[in-house]
């Protein structure tokens, strides 16, 4: 354990923070650093910080610094992403938008439904970084013969098209950077 806080404490002298990768460490296996550090997750990654620099105070609550939000974006599977917010949206009959967005609270990435003429105020979104929407019901599935139903068709269907998929990252990064100027 003292290792282990040596390294920390070396490193967060050169840096603002501290990376270590989930599969290699566990949570439960640093919690004694929880005394003198700022311990957070995500899916992939552990974090640890000498102070507040690791967030960012909003108008309506605390997020991850933007370096941390860009850093996940750069290793978000897109394919992945593509799929589940096509499935989400097939839950859906009414007309609206399934949304994926990235949460800026734990770094992971939520799905939303949003019925259209509806509209979440600004205080419920905050911490939301949109990603990509589907519109609802959806319409992919409209000029090819493949059942809805049968899962393992989607599944094959909707992989095949995720490879040409690509996030708007222009309008991300404008996203993202409102987030963190306001």
Same mark, same amino acid.
């Given at each position: 354990?003292?290792?282990?806080?040596?390294?920390?404490?070396?490193? =967060?002298?050169?840096?603002?923070?501290?990376?270590?990768?989930?599969?290699?460490?566990?949570?439960?296996?640093?919690?004694?650093?929880?005394?003198? %550090?700022?311990?957070?997750?995500?899916?992939?990654?552990?974090?640890? *910080?000498? @102070?507040?620099n %690791?967030?960012?105070?909003?108008?309506?609550?605390?997020i $991850?610094?933007?370096?941390?939000? !860009?850093? $996940?974006?750069e290793?978000?599977? &897109?394919?992945? &992403? %593509?799929?589940? *917010?096509?499935?989400?949206?097939?839950?859906?009959?009414?007309?609206?938008?399934?949304?994926?967005? =990235?949460?800026?609270?734990?770094?992971?990435v939520?799905?939303?439904?949003?019925?259209?003429?509806?509209?979440?105020?600004?205080?419920?979104?905050?911490?939301?970084?949109? =990603?990509?929407?589907?519109?609802?019901?959806?319409?992919?599935?409209? @000029?090819?013969?493949?059942? $809805?139903?049968?899962?393992?068709?989607?599944?094959?269907?909707?992989?095949?098209?995720?490879?040409?998929?690509? =996030?708007?990252?222009?309008? $991300?990064?404008?996203?993202?950077?409102?987030?963190? !100027?306001?």
């Amino acid at each position: 354990m003292n290792k282990l806080k040596n390294h920390v404490i070396e490193m =967060l002298e050169q840096n603002e923070y501290v990376k270590l990768d989930k599969s290699s460490l566990r949570l439960n296996e640093i919690q004694f650093l929880d005394d003198e %550090f700022i311990i957070s997750e995500n899916n992939d990654s552990i974090y640890i *910080t000498r @102070d507040d620099n %690791f967030y960012h105070i909003t108008e309506h609550g605390t997020i $991850v610094i933007q370096e941390h939000a !860009e850093e $996940v974006l750069e290793t978000l599977d &897109l394919r992945e &992403l %593509f799929i589940e *917010t096509h499935k989400k949206a097939l839950q859906y009959s009414i007309n609206g938008i399934v949304s994926a967005f =990235l949460d800026l609270r734990d770094l992971t990435v939520g799905y939303e439904f949003m019925e259209s003429g509806r509209y979440n105020h600004e205080v419920d979104d905050y911490y939301k970084l949109f =990603l990509y929407d589907v519109e609802t019901p959806n319409e992919i599935f409209d @000029d090819v013969e493949v059942d $809805v139903n049968n899962i393992e068709k989607v599944d094959e269907y909707l992989t095949d098209l995720s490879w040409d998929f690509d =996030l708007d990252w222009d309008k $991300v990064g404008i996203n993202l950077d409102e987030i963190y !100027e306001g």
